[in-house]
């Protein structure tokens, strides 16, 4: 398996300041096609979790574009532009390239 | 617009099977997907249990492939898993998934999650 490791597993952030949440694998998730097969999912309290970023860097339709991915091969990260309230929750990388595999989890918190 | 929802019992018996069921609702139940489970325990993340394609290919969990089945049922437009043997390791909330591969590989719906608790 893959293994996804994410940092930091806390994020407290003031509402307007960016936030950065970082995603490792234990493999390169670079397939042949030159795509990277990592995406992003937020899980709000008391939801399901919804898909955020595809393939490394495609916002999902509807995602405001104060999200953005990037990286390649092992090292990803996402980005929050400005934190909004609406943004809180736990945000979870997956790798997609094999069977899937989630990292721990960042809490993102409102300071 | 796609639709996924559970069911099934929410109390299992220790050693017992835990059997839940998804329904697919809308045009997604097609080629493209591969169709998922995901449960989350208590406190805790993400683990992705297995899949079944509309062609009937399965794949698991290496952790649990020798106590999984999840199976298709295309009339019906349902997917479904039994999970035998059930401890209370296995309590969770258990989320059905469509795995899209036509663009990437991602989760592009969820069910609402169904809780099951393994106690006696």
């Known amino acids: 398996d893959i293994v996804m490791t994410q940092s930091p597993l806390s994020l407290p952030v003031i509402p307007g300041e960016p936030a950065s949440i970082s995603c490792r694998s234990s493999q390169s998730l670079l397939h042949t096609n030159g795509y990277n097969y990592l995406d992003w999912y937020l899980q709000k309290p008391g939801q399901s979790p919804q898909l955020l970023i595809y393939l490394g860097s495609n916002r999902a339709p509807g995602v405001p574009n104060k999200f953005s991915g990037s990286g390649s091969g092992t090292d990803f990260t996402l980005k929050i532009s400005r934190v909004e309230t609406e943004d809180v929750g736990i945000y979870y990388c997956?790798?997609?390239?094999?069977?899937?595999?989630f990292g721990q989890g960042t809490k993102l918190e409102i300071k | 617009q796609e639709h996924l929802q559970e069911s099934g019992p929410g109390l299992v018996k220790p050693s017992g099977t835990l059997s839940l069921t998804c329904a697919v609702y809308?045009?997604?139940?097609?080629?493209?997907?591969?169709w998922s489970w995901v449960r989350q325990s208590p406190g805790k993340g993400l683990e992705w249990l297995g899949e079944?394609?509309?062609?009937?290919?399965?794949n698991y969990s290496p952790s649990l492939k020798t106590r999984l089945t999840i199976s298709i049922d295309k009339s019906k437009r349902e997917f479904s898993l039994n999970l035998i043997s059930a401890t209370a390791a296995d309590t969770a909330i258990y989320y059905c998934?469509?795995?899209?591969?036509?663009?990437?590989?991602?989760?592009?719906?969820w069910g609402q999650g169904a809780l099951v608790t393994v106690s006696s």
């Open positions: 997956m790798q997609a390239l094999q069977t899937p595999t």
């Open positions: 079944v394609h509309h062609d009937g290919n399965t």
């Open positions: 998934a469509s795995l899209q591969t036509r663009s990437g590989n991602f989760f592009d719906y």
């Open positions: 809308g045009d997604s139940f097609n080629y493209n997907h591969w």
